[in-house]
Each structure stands twice: as C-alpha cells, then as structure tokens.
C-alpha cells in the first residue's frame, strides 16, 4: 500500500509541476515585449504568400511589429480586428486586438497608417497577428 501510495504522490507532484510552469503559465505582455522582427503589412503577407515554409520559419510563434494601412475593422465584444492593406484584393494582415489590457482606442480610420506589435499565428487568408497592441 505504501508503495502505491508514494507513487500516487510522485504523479501528483509531477502533475502540479506541469500545471504551475505551463498550463497556468502567465501570457507575455505585449506592450513590453521586445519585437522579433519589424516589417510592412505589404512585405509580411507578400513573404507568406511567396513561400509559406520559410515565412512560417521566420515570423510563426514570434512576435512581429507590422506597419500599414487601415483596410477595415471589427469593434464588437468578442474580438476586435483591424485589417491591414496588402495590396491583394483577397488578403491581409489581420490584427487581433489584445483583449488582456484595455487599447489605446476603439476607434480606427480606413486609410489610416497604424503600427501594431503582436504574436503571428499563421496565414489562413490573411496573416493573423494576435494580442497585437498599437504602437
């Protein structure tokens, strides 16, 4: 019984470990966040669109400073997005607004020149950056 007992704890031991250093791991701020790399919304959607592969390579999963031109935006209670012109009428760089610290504002212009720094998860149609934050 004692050895069942002392294995039960090592896996409890083990599984608070995991909890408390990944699962329940705090998120990067991203306002202090130190930028990967800083490029044009044009450049960043031209480079997933040309080779995806060595795109991923360089931007996935890191956090990317994109600069460029408002297309258009969601304000709405779940996700706040602005849309960035890449100059193909099929795709952008998408900006999810991070919802873990109130934005600068709500309010955006289409055609406006905008900085956003965020985490780049991929392309779908457009690049996606999340928890971006304006600049």
């Given at each position: 019984?004692?050895?069942?007992?002392?294995?039960?704890?090592?896996?409890?031991?083990?599984?608070?470990?995991?909890?408390?250093?990944?699962?329940?791991?705090?998120?990067?701020?991203?306002?202090?966040?130190?930028?990967?790399?800083?490029?044009?919304?044009?450049?960043?959607?031209?480079?997933?669109?040309?080779?995806?592969?060595?795109?991923?390579?360089?931007?996935?999963?890191?956090?990317?400073?994109?600069?460029?031109?408002?297309?258009?935006y969601e304000m709405?209670?779940?996700?706040?997005?602005?849309?960035?012109?890449?100059?193909?009428?099929?795709?952008?760089v998408a900006c999810?607004?991070?919802?873990?610290?109130?934005?600068?504002?709500?309010?955006?212009?289409?055609?406006?020149?905008?900085?956003?720094?965020?985490?780049?998860?991929?392309?779908?149609?457009?690049?996606?950056l999340v928890r971006?934050?304006?600049?």
């Amino acid at each position: 019984m004692s050895k069942g007992l002392r294995i039960l704890l090592i896996l409890l031991a083990v599984a608070g470990v995991f909890y408390f250093f990944v699962w329940d791991k705090p998120h990067k701020d991203m306002g202090s966040a130190r930028s990967d790399s800083a490029i044009s919304a044009n450049a960043l959607y031209q480079a997933f669109d040309s080779d995806e592969t060595t795109a991923q390579s360089q931007y996935l999963d890191k956090v990317v400073e994109v600069t460029g031109k408002i297309r258009s935006y969601e304000m709405n209670t779940e996700v706040q997005k602005v849309i960035l012109e890449t100059g193909d009428i099929l795709g952008g760089v998408a900006c999810e607004l991070d919802d873990l610290v109130a934005p600068k504002r709500t309010s955006f212009q289409v055609g406006e020149q905008v900085t956003f720094k965020g985490l780049c998860t991929g392309k779908l149609l457009d690049v996606v950056l999340v928890r971006c934050v304006e600049l």
